[in-house]
Nanobody
């Protein structure tokens, strides 16, 4: 089973940007859809961005126009460019596969904190 390690989080002021990275332990070229999820304190984990291996992308309404997902199958890495950060984007961000049956294994994620 492919495992993922996220990085790139941090403390940023509102309006700032971050680029998150997700390194996979194995090939992701055969994975149909990869996604970035986030979990804010006291809330359920939610899928915020998804990208298929064909290049199609989908975003949660709350992040459309601000988040951009990309994947580099050659490097087995998935990225999330986050712009115009808002305090409500504060969460732990995870990457994982996107499928009908939700993943049951999660890595530690990377913390994004948006605060002035």
């Amino acid at each position: 089973q492919v495992q993922f390690v996220e990085s790139g989080g941090g403390l940023v002021q509102p309006g700032g940007s971050l680029r998150l990275s997700c390194a996979a332990s194995g090939s992701i070229s055969g994975i149909y859809a990869m996604g970035w999820y986030r979990q804010a304190p006291g809330k359920q984990r939610e899928l915020v961005a998804r990208m298929t291996n064909g290049g199609s992308t989908d975003y949660a309404d709350s992040v459309k126009g601000r988040f951009t997902i990309s994947r580099d199958n050659a490097k087995n890495t998935v990225y999330l460019q986050i712009n115009s950060l808002k305090p409500e984007d504060t969460a732990v961000y995870y990457c994982n596969v996107v499928r009908i049956i939700p993943p049951n294994s999660w890595s530690q994620g990377t913390q994004v904190t948006v605060s002035s």
